[in-house]
């Protein structure tokens, strides 16, 4: 969070205005190493109109103890004006309340929750390149979880990432799952042939084939094949992996005569990109 960032609660914020009520409040977190306790200092600006009503409890609180609560509607939007290390060590933050029927304001903090979303992306994908594998699965885990189903471009690229976390993880069912969700709703919006569902395809064949289920895997790497080569835009790498693929299962099947016309494909759009050479030929040695 930032200075000017905007955020809103999806829940009734219960509030106090005894500052001492709070802090022991927050304290209770702070021997949980899960949790990080943080004050949030609230302004309210009475000389402006605001849709998002609040109301002081005094005179409905039946004990009138001296807490003195707040309580702001659904939703209601806030300003960070200030982040400080407060007392005790504690986070403070303080906000003020806005009006979020100005359109710029709501825009506003629409790009300030796309960018939180995008900082998460970014983490989980760094916990991926560390093999914090767990961290990462939880994240994305929180990404789908708040995620758009309108959104389906956003919802690809969480599920893929999952799926992959999955297939390191050897979990080969959560992997399929993901794998499966990914490619489902690329075919939602892109055409059937499209050089982008190519990668999709071949992550399904690649986990059907650890799953033993080699005709099947064999049906999703040619669906991935026919999409690389559909296109002006030839990515010879990803087709190279495509064939390794295929060749791989049929090598598995005994199916040694198609597996090395399958790696000599793939040698062929390899040395176009100067990738996987060493691969290609240690598979063509063992067939040979």
């Not at 109301?55 to 982040?83: C, E, K, P």
């Not at 400080?84 to 304001?105: A, C, F, P, S, T």
């Not at 059907?208 to 990515?235: F, P, W």
């Amino acid at each position: 969070m930032n200075i000017n960032d905007l955020i809103s609660f999806n829940t009734f914020l219960f509030t106090t205005i005894d500052r001492k009520s709070s802090l022991n409040f927050a304290k209770q977190s702070e021997n949980d190493l899960h949790l990080i306790p943080v004050l949030f200092q609230i302004e309210i600006d009475r000389s402006k109109s605001s849709s998002s009503p609040f109301i002081a409890l005094d005179d409905l609180d039946y004990y009138h103890d001296s807490d003195r609560h707040v309580l702001f509607t659904l939703n209601s939007i806030f300003r960070i004006v200030h982040i400080e290390r407060g007392e005790d060590e504690i986070q403070q933050i303080n906000l003020i309340l806005i009006d979020d029927d100005n359109e710029d304001r709501l825009k506003n903090l629409k790009h300030s929750i796309q960018k939180q979303l995008n900082g998460f992306f970014s983490l989980g994908q760094m916990m991926m390149e560390t093999n914090d594998l767990i961290k990462a699965k939880s994240i994305f885990e929180i990404l789908l979880k708040n995620a758009t189903a309108s959104n389906q471009k956003e919802l690809v690229s969480i599920h893929r990432k999952l799926g992959l976390i999955d297939q390191r993880m050897k979990d080969w069912t959560g992997a399929l799952l993901h794998y499966k969700q990914c490619l489902n709703m690329q075919l939602s919006f892109l055409p059937p042939n499209d050089r982008f569902l190519g990668p999709s395809y071949a992550g399904v064949g690649a986990i059907l084939m650890k799953l033993c289920n080699y005709d099947e895997a064999l049906e999703y790497y040619q669906h991935a094949i026919d999409c690389g080569r559909n296109t002006s835009h030839v990515d010879s790498s990803l087709i190279a992996t495509y064939y390794i693929g295929t060749g791989q299962i049929l090598h598995i099947q005994g199916k040694n005569s198609e597996a090395r016309k399958n790696f000599e494909l793939a040698l062929t759009f390899a040395q176009k990109s100067h990738t996987l050479l060493p691969e290609i030929k240690h598979y063509l040695t063992i067939i040979s």
